[in-house]
């Protein structure tokens, strides 16, 4: 496609809930990214993919956090037991580039996670 | 990662030229500063980047002084559809490790166009 798209677009889930979210990055996109935006804040890292390789995930908040990139194509994130503290619009971002960290990110619009 | 600190919130006319700074005192050598837009319900959009002096693009222009130690996003004419929040953003162009790969947003300046 011509831009990163994100499934789905809005996600309720009932509290203890496991959630599962997915982005499709630009067609032969190296590098991938998600981030997490609070209301009001703005976004911050969770983890990044070079091709399939998770090459950081230091910004997952806790073991109940976790991405994969199988194929080095679609990501998913998903949250197990969710939390009321998980609400937030989860953000893919994918880039053409392995190397360069500051230049070429594309952004989705994100998945609206609500946890009641 | 160096800090960036810009303002809350800024209010302007249609058909002004908007200014809006950051301050980053411990950018590093290697550092790039970029801003980003975002609008409701989208994710950040890259506008424009620069290491030094001036940058222009079709949508802004970028002034950083000599000292690096702030930068100033210029928007020309904005109207209604600039309404939005502007992101600074410090950090070095190529990977250095674990860490490199996080782009720090802050909070953003939120700017609003009135009619």
């Known amino acids: 496609g011509a831009g990163v798209s994100q499934s789905p677009r809005y996600k309720v889930a009932k509290r203890g809930q496991d959630v599962a979210l997915r982005c499709d990055p630009i067609?032969?996109?190296?590098?991938l990214f998600w981030y997490q935006q609070a209301l009001g804040q703005g976004p911050e890292f969770l983890t990044y993919f070079q091709n399939e390789a998770q090459l950081d995930k230091s910004g997952l908040p806790s073991d109940r956090f976790f991405a994969e990139r199988p194929e080095g194509s679609v990501s998913t994130l998903k949250i197990q037991r969710t939390q009321q503290e998980d609400s937030a619009v989860y953000l893919c971002a994918s880039s053409p580039f392995s190397g360069i960290a500051n230049y070429g990110y594309t952004f989705g619009s994100g998945t609206r996670l609500t946890v009641v | 990662l160096a800090k960036t600190t810009q303002p809350i919130s800024m209010d302007s006319y249609e058909g002004q030229e908007v200014n809006i700074t950051c301050s980053h005192n411990n950018i590093a050598t290697n550092d790039y500063i970029t801003w980003y837009q975002q609008f409701p319900s989208q994710g950040p959009r890259f506008i424009i980047q620069g290491y030094k002096t001036k940058v222009t693009n079709e949508v802004a222009s970028l002034f950083i002084p000599a000292d690096r130690k702030s930068s100033t996003l210029s928007l020309p004419r904005v109207s209604l559809s600039d309404t939005a929040v502007y992101y600074c953003?410090?950090?070095?162009?190529?990977?250095?490790?674990?860490?490199?790969?996080?782009?720090?947003f802050g909070k953003g300046t939120k700017l609003s166009v009135i009619p």
């Open positions: 067609s032969g996109h190296v590098s």
């Open positions: 953003l410090v950090a070095p162009l190529a990977y250095s490790g674990a860490g490199s790969y996080q782009l720090t």
